[in-house]
């Protein structure tokens, strides 16, 4: 009788941490993958932020030539 009880918390208790374990993984997996979605997202905009900004030089340089061209 007394074993029984024991066995039966022991159940619980087992259940319990499968439980906790199971959510515990999930949750790595959750912030991982968070984590790879910032990264690209960041990447992704640093490298619009570049493109963007050559494509602004570009257009400066040959506003430069032109104006340097008609000057002369």
Do not use: P
Request: net charge positive; glycine share 8%; proline share 0%.
């Amino acid at each position: 009788m007394f074993l029984d009880n024991e066995l039966d918390e022991i159940q619980a208790a087992k259940a319990r941490l499968v439980t906790r374990c199971g959510l515990r993984r999930q949750m790595v997996l959750l912030e991982t993958h968070t984590a790879w979605a910032g990264l690209r997202r960041k990447l992704s905009l640093a490298g619009l932020g570049l493109s963007l900004g050559l494509q602004v030089s570009g257009l400066a340089l040959d506003y430069l030539n032109k104006r340097k061209a008609k000057n002369s």
